[in-house]
């Protein structure tokens, strides 16, 4: 039997405001993301179960990428930035952070700093580690 209950769905737009101009978006690699390691309480979009788009990332030495964090302990990955998140990513499961995802990550291009995400992770230093990225104070 067909059920004509009434649904409701989440949907969320993507926001990529803070990347401008062509060069960078097609050069972005595929990345693996560590759910289990992001504090999902920052993003504002994350209540819905989302990560959104130009969030900084490190990657552990297992190939999986997390926020950046330069406070980290030498060695262990995510204290040099290698990407910022090109997709706004849904978590696959919120009761089981343990599920990891794919997505994309620019390593080129042009990027409006105040128009970055809540919690985004960009600081000075995570600039000197995206070398090939231009930052500019555009809105």
Known sequence: MTSIAVQTNNWHVEDRSWVFGLVGPTDAISVTLDISAFNLAIFTSAPDGYIPSGVVHGMLPNGLYV????????????????????????????????????????????????RLPVGHGLNAAAEVDLKLIDFADRY
């Open 67 to 114: 926020p950046y964090n330069d406070a980290a302990t030498a060695g262990t990955g995510p204290e040099v930035a290698k990407c910022i998140l090109f997709n706004t990513v849904k978590v696959p499961n919120l009761a089981d952070l343990a599920v990891n995802c794919s997505s994309a990550g620019l390593i080129r291009g042009s990027v409006a700093r105040l």
